[in-house]
């Protein structure tokens, strides 16, 4: 079974600065799905980011990229210029080709953006 | 594109009675939807996956008899809390996967279930 891992419970970053959270995952697959979401006080899932493994060039969204390191198996989003919008809860996510699709979140970070 | 919709938004019933919670893909074909319960700055935990018109998967430790999933349609699945407890009370989350395109998931709003 896959396992997800967010060491960070709480990160705090002044408005306009970058802040990275962590991930790691165990996985004895070759092909997956690598996701960040984003879970604001209204509690919606929405997407930040998605990486395919079998591709080696890091993922980026506008202002959150990732650095993507499949031998270590570690899924970093940063984000940069952050904004006030920023905080919410980070999950990262472990999405399988296989076993239906079913993905794996590790615990969260809650991203407070200090202005 | 790719709208999920999950009614009601929030419900409170008494100990005892069940409560029916709706998961609609509003654009899209799901094959798949998902079943998430979340505790308060907790983790989404995966209770169920359902296919359309076969009977759902549950995870291990979830009480199948107590947390009844239909998937009726390609655009509708639902989750049926029975005898419901002050213990059920949570948040939970529902998310579809189009037909043909598994990678991506796409939540619906939650409903926040309070059982008194």
């Known amino acids: 079974a896959q396992t997800v891992t967010q060491s960070q419970p709480e990160m705090s970053v002044q408005e306009a600065e970058t802040v990275t959270l962590s991930c790691t995952y165990d996985t004895s697959e070759s092909d997956y799905y690598l996701f960040w979401y984003k879970q604001p006080p209204s509690r919606q899932m929405i997407l930040v980011i998605r990486q395919e493994a079998y591709k080696q060039q890091n993922a980026t969204e506008n202002r959150f990229s990732v650095n993507f390191q499949k031998a270590a198996k570690s899924f970093s989003l940063k984000i940069s210029d952050s904004q006030l919008g920023d905080a919410a809860m980070y999950f990262c996510a472990y999405r399988s080709f296989t076993n239906a699709g079913k993905s794996t979140f590790g615990d969260g970070t809650t991203l407070t953006v200090k202005p | ?116």
Request: hydrophobic share 30%.
């Open chain 2, 1 to 116: 594109g790719a709208v999920v919709s999950q009614h009601p938004s929030r419900v409170i019933c008494k100990s005892g009675t069940s409560v029916k919670i709706e998961c609609r893909s509003l654009d899209f074909q799901a094959t798949t939807m998902f079943w998430y319960r979340q505790f308060p700055k907790q983790s989404l935990m995966l209770m169920a996956t359902s296919n359309e018109g076969s009977k759902a998967t549950y995870e291990q430790g979830v009480e199948k008899d107590k947390f009844l999933i239909n998937h009726a349609s390609l655009t509708l699945s639902t989750l049926t809390v029975t005898s419901a407890h002050p213990e059920d009370s949570s948040f939970y989350i529902c998310s579809a996967s189009r037909t043909g395109a598994t990678y991506e998931q796409y939540f619906g709003p939650g409903t926040r279930l309070t059982v008194t």
